[in-house]
């Protein structure tokens, strides 16, 4: 067991207790894929603006910020106090409310493809709604995803591009006779699919899989919205995490796009759980009663959810959705996101690590342990601008740094990280220097990069 490891374990000792009770009660002892860790989790106690406390009192910048729907960070005293009195007059009507009015105005304000909204319970519904709508209103079946964009977890997203094993366990394998998972980045591909005219909905994360991991090129993407504009697809951007985060309106706005529908969820609910899809009134008409029963018993697609618009969900978003539109939030984020990237990458220079990271908005990653370098070769250059992708971090170094960066009060989201605009000049000084630690203590464990 390297040093590295024994200090987690010694730092952690509630976590780890905590952990081997989750583990009789949950498959792998966790509730989320991506909060299962070796040897085990941290589990946290508090957090307020960008920083949390776990269990054993360790303090952490922390970088995920509730699986990024945080961009005002934790404890944004407007929200809390507003969802406190809204606590007061009951949890769940049952019926409709005027929060959810105001919720759904700021949306159609704020997102450009928004003429009409349909709020839903978390963005896996939202993205499992959106589909449904383009086949009912396009009368074809077939969808088109990119490989390794995520979209939720239900069956008509997941499987793999590798034709030797397309599909998910659990999913029927008929599923996938009208999914079409495709290469990003090559137009080619996605026009000589979309020509047959037979694909309902092309849908895609505008960043790139995993928030721009693996950038998505801008071209490809209003090209993308050209091809499906030609052949009738309906174009479906998940914005699920880009949402009121990359621009008020969202990556759709920044990069002058034109979807058909957007998919929200996140930010869009202030931090509590909610999402929706958002679009062309013409699409979204398919949920509408008539007085035509034939429509209603045939036509009309059906949907329900408990906590649809939930008032305290409704109350949380339309709080933090008014912030961010009248307000400097995503550019104090973004300008964060840049100043960490500036400095680490400087730090990568002076201790000869081989690695960059970047930036796309307030969403950040690492490229880490790897030589291919072209998308960075200046150090003023935040973005990553080659059209090879990324390798991300060697897969040997992934747990020694994520153990020795927890050891030094930082938490990755993945292996980068959201900033939010409550983290502050100081929670950015206090990253660079826990990285230069964990630099330090992986090599003195051995490890070479």
């Known amino acids: 067991?390297?040093?590295?490891?024994?200090?987690?374990?010694?730092?952690h000792p509630n976590s780890q207790s905590l952990f081997q009770s989750g583990q009789q009660i949950f498959p792998s002892g966790v509730t989320h894929d991506i909060r299962a860790f070796r040897p085990f989790p941290i589990y946290v106690e508090k957090a307020d603006k960008g920083k949390?406390?776990?269990?054993?009192?360790?303090?952490?910048?922390?970088?995920?910020?509730?699986?990024?729907?945080?961009?005002?960070?934790?404890?944004?005293?407007?929200?809390?106090?507003?969802?406190?009195?809204?606590?007061?007059?009951?949890?769940?009507?049952?019926?409709?409310?005027?929060?959810?009015?105001?919720?759904?105005?700021?949306?159609?304000?704020?997102?450009?493809?928004?003429?009409?909204?349909?709020?839903?319970s978390s963005g896996t519904e939202a993205t499992m709604m959106a589909i449904r709508l383009a086949r009912a209103h396009t009368n074809r079946e077939g969808v088109v995803k990119l490989s390794d964009h995520f979209h939720g977890w239900h069956d008509l997203v997941v499987g793999k591009e590798d034709a030797a094993q397309i599909y998910s366990p659990g999913v029927p394998k008929g599923y996938y006779d009208a999914l079409t998972i495709l290469q990003p980045n090559n137009i080619d591909?996605?026009?000589?699919?979309?020509?047959?005219?037979?694909?309902?909905?092309?849908?895609?994360?505008?960043?790139?899989?995993?928030?721009?991991?693996?950038?998505?090129?801008?071209?490809?993407?209003?090209?993308?919205?050209?091809?499906?504009?030609?052949?009738?697809?309906?174009?479906?951007?998940?914005?699920?995490?880009?949402g009121f985060r990359m621009s008020k309106g969202g990556a759709q706005e920044l990069y002058n796009l034109q979807p058909d529908?957007?998919?929200?969820?996140?930010?869009?609910?202030?931090?509590?759980?909610?999402?929706?899809v958002a679009g062309k009134k013409e699409i979204l008409q398919q949920i509408e009663f008539s007085d035509d029963s034939d429509w209603n018993d045939v036509k009309k697609i059906a949907h329900q959810g408990t906590y649809n618009a939930n008032p305290i969900s409704a109350t949380a978003g339309t709080i933090a959705l008014e912030i961010i539109r009248t307000g400097d939030d995503i550019e104090r984020a973004d300008n964060l996101s840049n100043q960490l990237i500036l400095s680490?990458?400087?730090?990568?220079?002076?201790?000869?690590?081989?690695?960059?990271?970047?930036?796309?908005?307030?969403?950040?990653?690492?490229?880490?342990?790897?030589?291919?370098?072209?998308?960075?070769?200046?150090?003023?250059?935040?973005?990553?601008?080659?059209?090879?992708?990324?390798?991300?971090?060697?897969?040997?170094?992934?747990?020694?740094?994520?153990?020795?960066?927890?050891?030094?009060?930082?938490?990755?989201?993945?292996?980068?990280?959201?900033?939010?605009?409550?983290?502050?000049?100081?929670?950015?000084?206090?990253?660079?220097?826990?990285?230069?630690?964990?630099?330090?203590?992986?090599?003195a464990d051995g490890l070479s990069f």
């Open 261 to 276: 529908l957007s998919t929200h969820a996140k930010i869009l609910a202030g931090g509590l759980p909610g999402g929706c």
């Open 189 to 242: 591909l996605l026009a000589d699919r979309l020509k047959k005219k037979d694909v309902a909905a092309l849908i895609l994360e505008p960043t790139g899989s995993h928030w721009g991991a693996h950038p998505l090129d801008i071209e490809y993407l209003r090209k993308a919205n050209e091809l499906t504009k030609e052949t009738g697809t309906i174009f479906i951007m998940d914005e699920v995490i880009t």
């Open 52 to 120: 949390k406390w776990d269990v054993d009192n360790n303090e952490l910048i922390d970088y995920i910020g509730g699986h990024g729907s945080l961009l005002l960070g934790h404890n944004r005293h407007e929200i809390t106090t507003g969802v406190q009195e809204a606590l007061t007059s009951g949890t769940h009507f049952g019926s409709s409310h005027s929060k959810e009015i105001e919720w759904a105005n700021l949306v159609i304000d704020m997102v450009p493809c928004a003429d009409n909204v349909r709020f839903t």
């Open 344 to 443: 680490l990458n400087q730090l990568f220079k002076d201790n000869k690590v081989r690695g960059r990271a970047w930036t796309v908005s307030s969403m950040w990653h690492l490229n880490f342990g790897y030589d291919n370098q072209k998308g960075l070769n200046e150090l003023e250059q935040t973005h990553w601008i080659d059209k090879s992708p990324p390798e991300g971090v060697r897969p040997d170094l992934t747990l020694p740094l994520k153990w020795s960066l927890f050891n030094h009060g930082v938490d990755l989201f993945g292996t980068g990280g959201v900033l939010s605009s409550a983290h502050t000049d100081q929670d950015i000084d206090k990253t660079i220097a826990a990285f230069e630690k964990a630099i330090i203590d992986m090599r």
């Open 1 to 11: 067991m390297s040093k590295i490891e024994k200090k987690y374990i010694a730092m």
